[in-house]
């Protein structure tokens, strides 16, 4: 096996990597503070299209992780950017919140129900049946189907919470149309945020606490991977799949060192 290159650059996953029902994983701190005063460039990365960078700042710095939102990379922002290469200034429908709503208002998308050039679906916590009801039928009718990601469920206190791969299924099943999912394990997603910190992948690394999406977008933008142990992921898991990461840690803060 061809020897990698040390790593310049450094890309992680926020759930589960850093924090964990709203709770910070021991040493995200001491991890996020290396980066920092290393100036190495680096992104957290989240699916979830919620939030803006700006909200998911203020939402970290309040557990004390201080992550400017400049080096937060969305499913959201993947999402407009990938729009923007493929229909500069189209239309959508889009179900969502202001995580997604505010990415496409910014590249000059319009949004309207209204022969939409795409229906794009997000994450939001009040999907209701008129809103689906009104994206099957633009599908119907020939607008194409966009996700920001393929998470069939999301969590929250009280357990899991129905989310964006689960309610596309829903609407594949009405239409017959497959989505095109923009976030992770799409690649996609990884080398728009590496072009966003001007970095390569060859030197760049990516921590998860996933397999199927963390690890495997990683492996797929041909990054080194690290799989952490602090999230959904367990030990036992990793042998069912046919890919493996580059190592396995118990959490971040056995990734301080290498920074």
Same mark, same amino acid.
Request: net charge neutral; aromatic share 10%.
């Given at each position: 096996m061809a020897e990698r290159k040390p790593i310049e650059s450094w890309l992680t996953d926020m759930d589960g990597v850093l924090?964990?029902?709203?709770?910070?994983?021991?040493? &995200?701190? *001491?991890?996020?503070?290396? #980066?920092? =005063?290393?100036?190495?460039?680096?992104?957290?990365?989240?699916?979830?299209?919620?939030?803006?960078?700006?909200?998911?700042?203020?939402?970290?710095?309040?557990?004390?992780?201080?992550?400017?939102?400049?080096?937060?990379?969305?499913? &959201?922002? *993947?999402?407009?950017?990938? #729009?923007? =290469?493929?229909?500069?200034?189209?239309?959508?429908?889009?179900?969502g919140e202001a995580g997604l709503t505010t990415a496409l208002h910014d590249i000059g998308y319009v949004l309207t129900d209204h022969e939409p050039d795409y229906v794009v679906l997000g994450e939001t916590r009040t999907y209701s049946f008129e809103a689906l009801t009104k994206a099957i039928r633009l599908i119907n009718d020939g607008a194409r189907f966009i996700a920001t990601n393929p998470d069939e469920t999301g969590p929250s206190a009280d357990g899991a919470l129905p989310a964006t791969g689960s309610v596309a299924a829903l609407i594949t099943k009405a239409t017959g149309v497959e989505p095109y999912f923009v976030g992770k394990p799409n690649p996609l997603m990884m080398r728009h945020g590496l072009n966003v910190i001007g970095a390569h992948s060859e030197t760049s690394a990516m921590i998860g606490d996933r397999m199927d999406t963390d690890v495997l977008a990683g492996l797929e933008a041909g990054m080194e991977t690290f799989l952490v142990l602090t999230g959904l992921t367990g030990k036992n898991d990793i042998e069912r799949h046919p890919f493996r990461p580059s190592r396995v840690v118990d959490s971040i803060a056995d990734l301080v060192d290498l920074v």
């Open positions: 924090m964990h029902e709203g709770i910070p994983v021991p040493g &995200a701190d *001491a991890f996020i503070k290396r #980066l920092r =005063e290393s100036g190495r460039p680096f992104l957290v990365l989240t699916n979830n299209s919620i939030y803006t960078p700006r909200d998911l700042h203020a939402r970290l710095s309040r557990i004390g992780l201080d992550v400017p939102w400049e080096s937060i990379w969305t499913s &959201a922002l *993947a999402t407009a950017q990938f #729009l923007d =290469e493929q229909r500069p200034s189209g239309t959508a429908y889009v179900i």
